[in-house]
């Protein structure tokens, strides 16, 4: 990437957005945003009680992080957010033209285990199969990688960063 381009590390719950998100934004010396800093707590309540998110509860969400990456338009800036639907990343870049996303993939089996281990989050793992199913994977139109998700986060990070420099400029 010849450019400071802004970055969305998106994924399901539990692929490890927040963990690969600031570790590539410091390999890319760039800022990271914890993408579930930008939720209403109505979106966290709702979450928390096992009870996914409609679209008319994320478009909010995603207006505040559009509105931080169009702040970081050439600068650079990396962000998590699940982006789990075109029509969320179609959003992201009617924002922010030129954002390239990361997407995390991994086996499901690998995804749940990773999130019934972790603490302090607000996402269940009963909310699991209902990211799978709104997932629609990046497009070959979409400026993105898709980076799988065994390995270290340091293997996951690395192979992220290369991935992006693959990537020809993305057109707004």
């Known amino acids: ?21 600031p ?23 709702k979450m928390s009680a096992g009870t996914p998110l409609t679209d008319d509860d994320r478009w909010p969400w995603l207006d ?5 990456a169009q702040g970081r338009a050439g600068l650079g800036g ?3 957010c699940s982006a789990l639907k075109r029509s969320y990343r179609d959003r992201l870049r009617a924002a922010a033209p030129g954002v ?8 499901r089996a690998l995804i749940e285990d990773r999130m019934s281990h972790r603490q302090g989050h607000f996402m269940p793992t009963a909310l699991l199969d209902s990211q799978f199913a709104t997932l629609q994977p990046l497009e070959p139109v979409e400026a993105g990688v898709a980076v799988n998700v ?11 960063a290369t991935a992006l420099t693959s990537l020809s400029e993305p057109t707004p």
Not at 2 to 21: D, L, S, W, Y
Not at 152 to 160: F, H, K, L
């Open 100 to 107: 390239v996303f990361v997407h995390l993939t991994g086996d």
């Open 78 to 80: 990396v962000v998590s």
């Open 64 to 68: 505040a992080i559009g509105d931080w």
């Open 150 to 160: 065994t390995g270290s986060p340091e293997e996951i990070t690395a192979r992220a």
């Open 1 to 21: 990437m010849n450019t400071p381009h802004v970055v969305v590390v998106m994924g399901v719950a539990g692929t490890g957005k927040t963990t690969i998100g």
């Open 23 to 45: 570790l590539l934004a410091a390999r890319l010396g760039v800022p990271y945003a914890e993408g579930d800093d930008f939720h209403p707590q109505s979106n966290i309540a």
